[in-house]
């Protein structure tokens, strides 16, 4: 034990005072996971308004959602916070029972009071995951008088029409409803912001794991959670050590100085499969590689241009070379294994087709317009690609590099011209993808409503009609249509050059077992990880 914590002690104080990776260790302590990821989209968090990869699974690991499903069967729905629901006769309401005698990590106690707080203050705040919420009728000015508790356990969820009961329990899996610790967060209140000025930094949920700190671009540090009331974690601690490099992430994994390498390239991977002490581990994700081209731009605005880009990939190169073993090449807005996700693959590289096109668009000699590219190796190799390809038929592809905090906020202002990302669903019902990529109730710029078509400037109010529609569907086989309908229109008009679904891969040492590699980044799981 004493050798333990020496360990421990020392590679918590190497980590948080900045070590290089050049600093190494016997072995990573028995009682701590160490992870090297790229961490820098944080942006804050707060479960209101995490809404990037990192954040999710972090808050997917410290918080716990009214409902959950089973990441290797998503038709498996079950309560987490919540114990039992009911639906109304008329279908607007949902009836919620939380489960007793459970404890956030601070010791007070989890009541309906805390799960209606955690909702109406999502809500009302207003951040980016919002919509979640807001799309099934709630507004900052009604969602008091929607979201109701009805007793110290009990609590209403009204809703202004009938929306299909799956897909807003789906919803209700997603970070944002994530149920906080209302008498913490109140605690740290400044100008009745619900605590948000606090839980940007700060924590206050009853998952397996506490966030203990988070230094920006340095690392993220969970420790166990003693109040937790499931199984307790075998783990102590999970760190998360910022080192975007891929290389020196398998050098450190190779050496066992890190148990766990989340950004390894084609490369990486290929070279670790001979290792004896390390092990890969993958899972398909839902998340989307894309581009979004902003219709603000004078050149991005014409459709001939917008098809005439999708000719300007090299998909085959990017899945089979430089994302090999970790991407399949996947054009449609629903990734394969959702309700209605359309598997065809129309597009392909086609200079000529592309030339064509562009000449229809009266810019046959091309144009010249910028990307924002988050500055991590695989995204620069991608982005570099299209470059090249896009040389081809004389647009000039300016990349613009920076991280991924930098890039996300730029994009989410409108103020790029292609921002080339990375989308994955919030939820699994198909409505959640449906409902940004193909849906943009008002294209504003002070707009409440801020999904991808908006941040591209895609007025599509037809279109918007039509995911209404289809999200009260009764009927499955007739709403996957609709969805397939969706898609195609979006791959024949859209703003978006969509090319590839993720397959995640980890590079783990042999010791380490126990890790779920979930459909979404807030079902990666440590919780039962033992070394």
Same mark, same amino acid.
């Given at each position: %034990?004493?050798?333990?914590?020496?360990?421990?002690?020392?590679? +918590?104080?190497?980590?948080?005072? &900045?070590?290089?990776?050049?600093?190494?260790?016997?072995?990573?302590?028995?009682?701590?996971?160490?992870?090297?990821?790229?961490?820098?989209?944080?942006?804050? +968090?707060?479960?209101?308004?995490?809404?990037?990869?990192?954040?999710?699974?972090?808050?997917?690991?410290?918080?716990?959602?009214?409902?959950? $499903?089973?990441?290797?069967?998503?038709?498996?729905?079950?309560?987490?916070?919540?114990?039992?629901?009911?639906?109304?006769?008329?279908?607007?309401?949902?009836?919620?029972? !939380?489960?007793?005698?459970?404890?956030?990590?601070? &010791?007070?106690?989890?009541?309906?009071?805390?799960?209606?707080?955690?909702?109406?203050?999502?809500?009302?705040?207003?951040?980016?995951?919002?919509?979640?919420?807001?799309?099934?009728?709630?507004?900052?000015?009604?969602?008091?008088?929607?979201?109701?508790?009805?007793?110290?356990?009990?609590?209403?969820?009204?809703?202004?029409?009938? @929306?299909?009961?799956?897909?807003?329990?789906?919803?209700?899996?997603?970070?944002?409803?994530?149920?906080?610790?209302?008498?913490?967060?109140?605690? #740290?209140?400044?100008? /009745?912001?619900?605590?948000? /000025?606090?839980?940007?930094?700060? =924590?206050?949920?009853?998952?397996?794991?506490?966030?203990?700190?988070?230094?920006?671009?340095?690392?993220?540090?969970?420790?166990?959670?003693?109040?937790?009331?499931?199984?307790?974690?075998?783990?102590?601690?999970?760190? =998360?050590? #910022?080192?975007?490099?891929?290389?020196?992430?398998?050098?450190?994994?190779?050496? /066992?100085?890190?148990?766990?390498?989340?950004? *390894?390239?084609?490369?990486?991977?290929?070279? *670790?499969?001979?290792?004896?002490?390390?092990?890969?581990?993958?899972?398909?994700?839902?998340? +989307? $590689?894309?581009?979004?081209?902003?219709?603000?731009?004078?050149?991005?605005?014409?459709?001939?241009?917008?098809?005439? !880009?999708?000719?300007?990939?090299?998909?085959?190169?990017?899945?089979?070379?430089?994302?090999?073993?970790?991407?399949?090449?996947?054009?449609?807005?629903?990734?394969?294994?959702?309700?209605?996700?359309?598997?065809?693959?129309?597009?392909?590289?086609?200079?000529?087709?592309?030339?064509?096109?562009?000449?229809?668009?009266?810019?046959?000699?091309?144009?010249?317009?910028?990307?924002?590219?988050?500055?991590?190796?695989?995204?620069?190799?991608?982005?570099?690609? !299209?470059?090249?390809?896009?040389?081809?038929?004389?647009?000039? *592809?300016?990349?613009?590099?920076?991280?991924?905090?930098?890039?996300?906020?730029? @994009?989410?202002?409108?103020?790029?011209?292609?921002?080339?990302?990375?989308?994955?669903?919030?939820?699994?019902?198909? #409505?959640?993808?449906?409902?940004?990529?193909?849906?943009?109730?008002?294209?504003?710029?002070?707009?409440?409503?801020?999904?991808?078509?908006?941040?591209?400037?895609?007025?599509?109010?037809? *279109?918007?009609?039509?995911?209404?529609?289809?999200?009260?569907?009764?009927?499955?086989?007739?709403?996957?249509? %609709? @969805?397939?309908?969706?898609?195609?229109?979006?791959?024949?008009? &859209?703003?978006?050059?969509?090319?590839?679904?993720?397959?995640?891969?980890?590079?783990?040492?042999?010791?380490?077992?126990?890790?779920?590699? &979930?459909?979404?980044?807030?079902?990666?799981?440590?919780?039962?990880?033992?070394?």
């Amino acid at each position: %034990m004493l050798h333990s914590r020496i360990l421990a002690s020392v590679a +918590l104080s190497a980590l948080m005072l &900045g070590a290089t990776p050049a600093v190494t260790f016997a072995e990573t302590p028995p009682d701590t996971l160490i992870q090297a990821w790229s961490i820098d989209d944080i942006i804050s +968090l707060d479960p209101a308004e995490i809404f990037e990869f990192t954040a999710s699974e972090i808050a997917g690991n410290t918080y716990e959602t009214l409902i959950g $499903y089973d990441p290797k069967n998503v038709a498996d729905i079950f309560g987490k916070a919540a114990e039992s629901w009911t639906v109304s006769e008329d279908g607007k309401t949902i009836s919620f029972k !939380m489960k007793e005698g459970r404890t956030f990590a601070s &010791g007070n106690p989890i009541t309906a009071e805390d799960a209606v707080f955690s909702l109406v203050r999502a809500v009302k705040l207003n951040k980016s995951p919002a919509f979640i919420i807001g799309q099934l009728g709630m507004t900052p000015e009604n969602v008091e008088a929607n979201i109701v508790q009805t007793g110290p356990m009990t609590f209403d969820f009204k809703m202004d029409k009938a @929306y299909a009961p799956t897909l807003v329990l789906y919803c209700l899996t997603a970070t944002v409803a994530s149920v906080v610790d209302k008498k913490l967060a109140m605690e #740290h209140e400044a100008d /009745g912001d619900f605590g948000y /000025g606090w839980l940007k930094t700060n =924590y206050a949920g009853s998952g397996p794991f506490t966030i203990k700190d988070w230094r920006p671009n340095e690392a993220v540090i969970l420790e166990r959670n003693a109040n937790y009331s499931g199984d307790a974690p075998a783990m102590a601690r999970v760190i =998360y050590r #910022h080192i975007p490099e891929t290389s020196t992430q398998r050098l450190l994994l190779e050496k /066992g100085d890190i148990d766990i390498a989340r950004n *390894l390239t084609a490369e990486d991977i290929a070279a *670790l499969k001979d290792d004896p002490n390390v092990k890969i581990e993958s899972g398909a994700k839902g998340s +989307l $590689y894309y581009l979004g081209m902003n219709q603000k731009n004078e050149y991005l605005s014409k459709p001939q241009v917008r098809q005439a !880009m999708k000719y300007l990939v090299d998909y085959d190169t990017i899945a089979n070379t430089i994302m090999a073993g970790k991407v399949k090449v996947h054009q449609g807005f629903l990734p394969e294994g959702f309700l209605g996700a359309y598997n065809e693959n129309p597009f392909s590289l086609n200079i000529e087709k592309a030339k064509e096109l562009l000449a229809e668009a009266g810019v046959p000699d091309g144009f010249k317009v910028t990307m924002d590219t988050r500055n991590t190796p695989e995204i620069t190799a991608m982005a570099q690609a !299209m470059q090249q390809t896009m040389a081809q038929a004389g647009v000039e *592809l300016e990349l613009i590099p920076g991280d991924g905090k930098q890039t996300l906020t730029k @994009y989410r202002a409108r103020n790029h011209d292609i921002y080339i990302g990375r989308w994955g669903p919030d939820f699994q019902d198909p #409505h959640t993808n449906a409902s940004t990529f193909a849906y943009n109730p008002d294209n504003s710029d002070d707009a409440t409503s801020k999904p991808l078509a908006w941040r591209n400037a895609w007025d599509i109010p037809e *279109l918007t009609a039509e995911t209404d529609a289809a999200m009260l569907e009764p009927d499955a086989d007739k709403r996957a249509a %609709m @969805y397939v309908d969706e898609q195609k229109k979006v791959m024949e008009a &859209g703003p978006f050059v969509i090319y590839a679904q993720e397959i995640e891969v980890m590079g783990e040492r042999k010791n380490v077992e126990g890790v779920i590699v &979930g459909p979404s980044f807030n079902d990666n799981n440590f919780a039962h990880v033992t070394k």
